[in-house]
């Protein structure tokens, strides 16, 4: 198991979860909504990577002073951790049945990433051409609404 520490990783972390923005915004250019939706777990997944790595390095940049943050952690775990350090709990999303806390909803997307195995997407009976631009969207603004809080809590 690797150790992410924030002297070494978190400029990286950064460059992953921008180029994971950007192929999001490529994939919606093109109008594949379930590629957009990959694009955007995969964002979102290192953005918690990059934010864990940040805010457990210590203030004098000491990398024997890190906390120890797996290399083995999957979107389930990172999100579970951003409810604990409350960075998740206190947004809200508003769709069409009203208002929901995002945590409930932002499993969303880690649902639908998951959707990229053949055998997830063939026990689910997934189809991803079926995968419309409406779907991509509420997942989008689940998307934006976690950005603001993190904006916010910043």
């Known amino acids: ?31 594949q909504w379930f590629m957009a939706a990959l694009a955007l777990g ?13 805010w457990s390095g210590d203030e004098g940049n000491n990398p024997t002073k890190d906390d120890e943050i797996p290399d083995n952690l999957v979107l389930h775990d990172l999100i579970t951790a951003a409810k ?12 069409k049945f009203g208002e929901h806390a995002i ?4 499993d969303e997307i880690r649902h639908m ?8 997407a063939l026990k689910k ?7 419309t631009k409406q779907n991509f969207e509420r997942l989008y603004d689940t998307f934006l609404a976690v950005l603001d809080n993190w904006e916010r809590h910043l």
């Open 103 to 106: 945590e409930t909803v932002i």
């Open 125 to 131: 009976g997934f189809d991803p051409e079926k995968f």
């Open 1 to 31: 198991m690797a150790k992410f520490i924030c002297t070494q990783h978190a400029d990286l972390a950064n460059k992953i979860a921008l180029y994971w923005q950007k192929q999001t915004q490529r994939e919606i250019k093109a109008e």
């Open 113 to 120: 990433r998951n959707n990229l195995h053949a055998g997830v």
């Open 84 to 95: 604990q350090a409350d960075l998740l709990t206190s947004v809200k999303f508003k769709g």
């Open 42 to 54: 995969s964002a979102l997944e290192a953005m918690l990577y990059a934010y864990f790595i940040i």
